[in-house]
């Protein structure tokens, strides 16, 4: 990449959320989110170690010197954070807490001295448990007033503060996660099919609402949405079958909250499945055209083959198709495992090909990369020296580059990039057994240890990377 070929607002930041770093879980008038209530369950807690985010990166209370560290040893423009709803919302609604509130102001305006503008995100999968408690959270409508009133609130206090606002993180992956036949997120519900789209259709109209929001009040910032999902590809290119079955797995995987963005509505093929609930008119008109940008958080491509053995829908797939994470026949080593078996083979076909593929099908503008990292399982065994020397998560890095490098040759819209993360933190069911950062954090995979903080070496390839900078946009 070259800095010269760059759009001159390009974004490039680096990403965490609440949960997985700010700890301080009932300090300062904090109440408990479902995800404080889910892990200190013995019975529903699985994360390795039995790990908490209870104490996390202790960033609640270190983030003057978290940020200079983002800055100076990664030497991103953005600062990418979510707002955690319990800390400024106690009760779920009605007065905001102004401890909590002082803390974001804080975060903002110590990453502004610092030259770092910020994207900020309402709901990064922490709902307060009082509303959980009251009515069942996602799965009932009226979540989304109050997600509505939620996000009233935190515009009205630091809406011209960020340049760019999320309404949340990757709903497909909270709602089937979280109401799944074996639970290993929160809210823990087991769920089915009928769980799992009710929460997804709550959440849509949930972001709507936000969005209608934050354009009623004026904001001049920017507002969208993160989504995630793999990039199907047929596992045989040739074959006609296995082609249309990834095309269906994009419509039930991806298409599922990013056609409502743009079309109103879900996918025909996914309607056509039979799906529990519809949009009315007026929702589909709210939903239309609700972002001014979208985020995708890319990690993982997946193949995607027509199977004999039609299973009925389960939700996110489509019948008919057997999906593999990985293709024994591409699949490189990259030395060290991964979170989650993902295969980091695939740069090209996940980066390049999600931002066509949106393009292409929904005629998406303002594409982000807003999330893509390495995720390293026991990255804490090795030595620490070996584990700042992180030279596979730099060539997974490179890959990415280079995939969007031509994105931008194919004059695709694609105006940012977000690594995930800035910095070690809590990686939900694996604890802090699996690290996404580009600098190490001194604990344990249980999260016990000195906290200190290590820039890896890909710290310092994301500091040389030739992005336009904040101070070079003259703001
Ligand atoms: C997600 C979240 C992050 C994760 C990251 C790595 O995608 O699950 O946005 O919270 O930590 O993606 O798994």
């Not at 594409?367 to 090795?382: A, D, K, Y």
């Amino acid at each position: 990449l070259d800095g010269e070929t760059l759009p001159p607002d390009f974004v490039y930041g680096c990403a965490t959320s609440a949960y997985q770093i700010e700890g301080a879980w009932n300090v300062d008038g904090k109440s408990p989110s479902i995800w404080d209530h889910f892990l200190h369950n013995k019975t529903t807690n699985d994360v390795t170690y039995g790990a908490t985010g209870d104490v996390a990166n202790d960033f609640y209370h270190k983030y003057p010197e978290d940020l200079p560290l983002f800055r100076n040893a990664l030497g991103v423009g953005t600062y990418d954070f979510t707002i955690s709803w319990t800390r400024i919302m106690p009760a779920g609604r009605g007065p905001l807490n102004d401890k909590g509130l002082q803390f974001y102001k804080n975060v903002i305006d110590t990453s502004n001295k610092l030259r770092m503008s910020n994207i900020c995100t309402l709901y990064h999968w922490d709902l307060p448990q009082s509303l959980q408690d009251e009515y069942g959270g996602w799965l009932d409508r009226k979540i989304v007033d109050d997600f509505r009133g939620y996000a009233r609130a935190v515009f009205k206090a630091l809406g011209n503060k960020c340049s760019h606002w999320v309404t949340m993180n990757e709903p497909r992956t909270f709602c089937t996660e979280g109401f799944s036949s074996e639970p290993d997120f929160a809210p823990g519900v087991i769920g089915t099919y009928k769980e799992r789209f009710t929460c997804m259709h709550h959440a849509l109209l949930a972001h709507a609402a936000a969005v209608d929001e934050f354009r009623l009040g004026g904001y001049k910032g920017k507002i969208g949405i993160k989504v995630d999902g793999g990039v199907s590809l047929p596992l045989n290119p040739a074959s006609a079958a296995d082609q249309a079955a990834a095309a269906r797995a994009m419509d039930f995987e991806v298409g599922w909250d990013v056609a409502p963005l743009y079309t109103g509505d879900y996918p025909p093929s996914l309607i056509a499945s039979g799906v529990p609930m519809k949009f009315t008119a007026a929702e589909k008109q709210l939903l239309k055209g609700s972002v001014d940008f979208i985020g995708l958080d890319f990690y993982t491509s997946q193949w995607v083959t027509a199977s004999k053995h039609c299973k009925p829908s389960s939700g996110s797939y489509p019948e008919c198709t057997e999906t593999y994470q990985q293709n024994p026949s591409t699949l490189i080593d990259i030395g060290r495992p991964t979170a989650s078996d993902w295969n980091f083979d695939a740069p090209h076909s996940t980066i390049y090909g999600g931002i066509k593929y949106l393009a292409e099908h929904y005629n998406a503008t303002n594409i982000m990369i807003s999330e893509t990292g390495m995720g390293v399982l026991n990255e804490t065994n090795f030595p620490l020296e070996q584990i700042l020397e992180d030279v596979d998560r730099i060539a997974w890095y490179r890959g990415v580059l280079t995939a969007m490098k031509q994105a931008l040759a194919d004059q695709l819209p694609l105006v940012g990039f977000i690594p995930w993360s800035c910095i070690d933190n809590f990686e939900w069911t694996d604890g802090y057994n699996v690290r996404f950062g580009l600098i190490n954090v001194e604990y344990d995979g249980a999260g016990k240890g000195s906290q200190k903080r290590n820039p890896k070496l890909s710290g310092a390839f994301s500091a040389f990377l030739p992005f336009p900078r904040l101070d070079q946009r003259g703001v």
